[in-house]
């Protein structure tokens, strides 16, 4: 089996070492040296050339996204963040997925060995996701594609009881800004899967309010869904869309992760599937591993129309690629091509 070759560039000692012993544990990653700093890391890219880089944001004499940018620029390769994300971590570790970062995985700031399992299991995932999307970097991360053109900004879309149902992972960040500022501000309700850290999201949701016609929030547990409003899973919880009457809303609860995620698309897309059946639209977007891929399909056994990104567009063609294989897809689109069918299918009713 070929191995992942990793470096960690982290200035604690306890945090390299621990995480040398931890991934290394791994079949199929292997840890091939380490660096307290980002001038040490550049020697040590020279000398290894290694696959992916496990970053830290916060170090002495060069910060993490200083380094990252200059490599981008210099060598670009993929880049895992691995970072305590307060608020002001996050608008750092959002900025670091705008220059190119594959992963952001949150580090405990208070003490790594709680909860060491779960977060060796996310990096190490992360590292494997970083890993497949490394096509993208050999001239530099790929652009995405264009939005085609399409009558929705000076188009009103009929107000309807439709609910559109999104997931997405590795290259999500991006693929969901592009998507979404490509709507206009009557469209349908829309939920979002996007695997995320604790915190991360709301910042995420802040910064996609900025640039949208749409409202764009954090979902809180009840919130009611209404047109005009986009509703992104919080990072760490589950969220499920539900029926009140009249009226859909989603509930956040914790519970074990599913397909490794926590939020999961698969939970998210399963509840779509039973409470909006033929009102509702999924769809599918860049991601490794197969979260959603059966939610996908029972929703379209349900009556939704099912959309997949196709491969030519995605950072890691892995969850859509998986929907497409069991039959859960009804079309396949283009990242830019994707806001027009949603656009067409809001119009439709």
């Known amino acids: 089996m070929e191995k992942i070759k990793v470096l960690i560039v982290d200035d604690s000692a306890l945090v390299r070492s621990l995480l040398t012993h931890e991934l290394g544990c791994c079949p199929d990653i292997e840890i091939i040296d380490t660096a307290p700093d980002p001038y040490i890391a550049r020697d040590r890219i020279i000398q290894h050339n290694p696959d992916v880089i496990i970053l830290d944001v916060e170090m002495p004499r060069m910060d993490g996204i200083t380094f990252l940018e200059k490599l981008m620029q210099s060598r670009p390769m993929p880049v895992v963040i691995f970072s305590s994300l ?25 003490d790594l060995s709680t909860g060491l399992n779960e977060t060796m299991e996310v990096l190490a995932n992360a590292i494997r996701a970083a890993y497949c999307a490394r096509h993208r ?28 149902a999104i997931g997405s992972s590795t290259g999500g960040t991006e693929a969901l800004r592009v998507l979404l500022t490509a709507l206009p501000s009557s469209f349908p309700p829309i939920v979002i899967a996007q695997h995320m850290p604790e915190h991360f999201t709301k910042t995420f949701a802040d910064s996609l309010m900025k640039i949208c016609a749409m409202e764009v929030r954090e979902a809180k547990d009840q919130d009611v869904l209404c047109q005009g409003l986009v509703l992104i899973a919080p990072g760490n ?24 995620q926590r939020p999961s698309v698969e939970v998210l897309f399963d509840s779509a599937a039973k409470y909006a059946g033929s009102n509702a639209v999924g769809v599918i977007l860049t991601g490794m591993g197969r979260d959603g ?20 567009s995605c950072v890691v063609y892995g969850m859509p690629k998986v929907a497409s294989e069991i039959g859960a897809v009804e079309k396949v689109l283009s990242l830019g091509d994707i806001p027009g069918e949603l656009i067409r299918l809001a119009n439709k009713g």
């Open 237 to 260: 919880h589950h969220m499920l869309l539900r029926r009140n009457g009249t009226q859909y809303q989603v509930q956040i609860k914790d519970g074990p992760m599913v397909y490794y």
């Open 293 to 312: 891929a059966m939610g996908l399909k029972h929703m379209r056994e349900a009556g939704a129309f099912t959309i997949a990104q196709d491969e030519a």
């Open 137 to 164: 970097f050999k001239e530099g991360p790929s652009p995405l594609s264009p939005v085609k053109s399409h009558p929705s900004d000076n188009a009103v879309i009929k107000a309807t009881d439709k609910i559109f």
């Open 86 to 110: 307060t608020p002001a971590g996050c608008q750092t570790a959002l900025r670091a997925t705008q220059l190119g970062a594959v992963e952001v995985v949150h580090k405990p700031s208070l």
